[in-house]
Every structure is written in structure tokens, then in C-alpha cells.
């Protein structure tokens, strides 16, 4: 998993870049085999002298095999922006997994195989 992160108009010190790698590999953790790029885009659209809800950020996960997860947030403070973006990451990427097996489950059940034994289904139809 390559994470790449882009900004313009912010300045990133080595804790919010360290807390950003952090919190999208705990958001992505069930993924994180099936993700190839993160690339987050950190933008000041005010410029860095005016203050105000101006930090815009978006982050695009491309998963392999798949349309890739995209979201985008703003807030006045970098780190709070990544906290609320990364939380809202992590559910989508838990019910991305959860399709990919409800999936799987009913293919190899159109196909006649017997998942009690793979998913733990005893005595269900």
C-alpha cells in the first residue's frame, strides 16, 4: 500500500504527516491488501494568511479490482479534518468488505458450494 500526500498552501510537520499515515493504515487495516494507492490532497483555499474553515481535504483510495473510495471534507484545522475524514474512511472500507464477502458467499453458493464449513453457517439455509 503507497500512501502519497499532497498539499498546497499548508505547511505539514512530521506529527500531522506520522498521524495521518497512522490513522488511514487503522481505517484501512481490513483492506489494506487489496488497496494499491492513497493519495490525500491537503489544500489552504484561503491562502495561509486568512484564517476560517479553509482546509480542504480529500482523500482517494484505489482498491485493486474496484472503483476506487473518494472523500472530501473541510474544516478550519488540518488534523481535525484527517481525524473526521479518516473515521468516515474506515466505515466505508468495513462495508466495502463486508459486500466483498456477501458476495463471494452467494457466488459460491449459486455455484453449489457448501460454505457452512468455510463462514460458520451450521444448520442455516
Same mark, same amino acid.
Given at each position: ?20 499515515y497512522?490513522?488511514?493504515?487503522? #481505517? ?16 489552504d ?10 482546509k ?26 484527517? &481525524? ?7 466505515? #466505508? #472500507?468495513?462495508?466495502?468488505?463486508? #459486500? ?20 460458520? &453457517?451450521?444448520?442455516?439455509?
Amino acid at each position: 500500500m503507497q500512501v502519497f500526500i499532497h498539499s498546497h498552501g499548508i505547511n505539514l510537520s512530521e506529527s500531522v504527516i506520522r498521524q495521518t499515515y497512522q490513522k488511514l493504515e487503522l #481505517a484501512l487495516d481490513r483492506l489494506e491488501e487489496d488497496i494499491e494507492t492513497i493519495h490525500v490532497y491537503l489544500v489552504d483555499t484561503n491562502g495561509p494568511l486568512l484564517g476560517g474553515v479553509d482546509k480542504s481535504c480529500r482523500i482517494v483510495v484505489q482498491v485493486r479490482r474496484q472503483d476506487c473510495i473518494e472523500m472530501e471534507d473541510i474544516d478550519s484545522h488540518v488534523d481535525a479534518v484527517i &481525524d473526521r475524514l479518516t473515521d468516515r474512511l474506515g466505515v #466505508a #472500507a468495513s462495508r466495502r468488505v463486508e #459486500a466483498l464477502l456477501r458476495n463471494k458467499k452467494t457466488t459460491r453458493r449459486w455455484l453449489g458450494f457448501d460454505d457452512s464449513l468455510v463462514f460458520g &453457517d451450521h444448520g442455516k439455509n
